[in-house]
């Protein structure tokens, strides 16, 4: 396992992609949020093996971000739900919507998922907002900077690849 | 192919995860917003092999979220750009980001990317804004409806997921 796949860099990207960086994972998560919350359920909609979503779920479960609630007990059966962490997801999920509207080549004259914000009753266009000021922002609003453990980070990457690559060669 | 890995849901969450689903094509798109545009600095900073990066950006090429230019001639070299498509998914790596911040289990004394806005001066606490009226929302602010279509497509993939369960129940 690659230091991008075991979720050790300091970027918090990668380490949100380490939890929730597949598009399986990504679909189970879209349908708990849809309230899709049993396996018969998420086998339908996601398109998955058993042995597959059964994996991930209890990747999912061990990462914290679903837990296993029973709703019967002969025979045991479970739902799946969000905790507060997969909760957090929410935006996640709604960029990677928001995007696949723009982008996806979809017929937008019906869009499958209507999203209506009830303060103002329009159509929700999502975009980022800072939470510090409440105000709408894009990329060229922000100015955004390394740490310096996490330039660390990058230079100790590249100088590793240059060294392999100067073995390789010398190798050759 | 499954129908989740073609795009060919009516879903914007599929069709975005569809071009973007897998933690290495979101790393190099990562990269690329961080200005890192070559091969060899992709290679570094994702970990990827080439024959592996080489597959994705052909692939992100294909999908028009990047595109090539040469910036040598002799012999060829060329950096990755990303389109109006590809920097469409700058919120999608923000919210990334916002939750590996606060759930990737990361020292926040020092957080790796530090993401100031410049009209309020405050680091950036990313939530979502309705783009609509420019306030921030969350989940619990915004109504969420399918469309008939899309009812239509979820109910024939319970239908078929339920035929084949039928038929492997009268086949044991």
């Keep these: 396992m690659s230091w991008s796949e075991s979720g050790e860099s300091q970027c918090p990207i990668a380490r949100c992609l380490a ?51 029973a709703y019967q007990q002969k025979p045991p059966r479970h ?10 997801l929410y935006p996640v999920l709604m960029t990677l919507a928001g995007w696949g509207r723009k982008w996806g080549g979809l017929d937008d004259s019906t869009p499958a998922l209507r999203v209506t914000h ?6 929700v266009d999502t ?24 330039v660390a980070e990058r230079n100790e990457r590249m100088a590793a690849f240059q060294a392999a690559k100067k073995q390789a060669a010398g190798d050759a």
């Design 19 to 69: 939890v929730v960086g597949d598009r399986w994972t990504m679909l189970i998560m879209r349908e708990l949020f849809f309230g899709n919350r049993r396996f018969d359920g998420l086998l339908a909609q996601t398109g998955m093996s058993p042995h597959l979503l059964s994996t991930r779920l209890k990747r999912l479960e061990a990462d914290g971000v679903l837990a296993r609630n």
């Design 79 to 88: 739902e799946y739900v969000l905790t507060d962490s997969g909760q957090d």
């Design 118 to 123: 009830r303060a103002c009753g329009h159509e």
């Design 127 to 150: 975009g980022l907002a800072c939470l510090a000021c409440g105000e709408a922002f894009t990329r060229a609003d922000v100015e955004t900077t390394f740490s310096d453990n996490f």
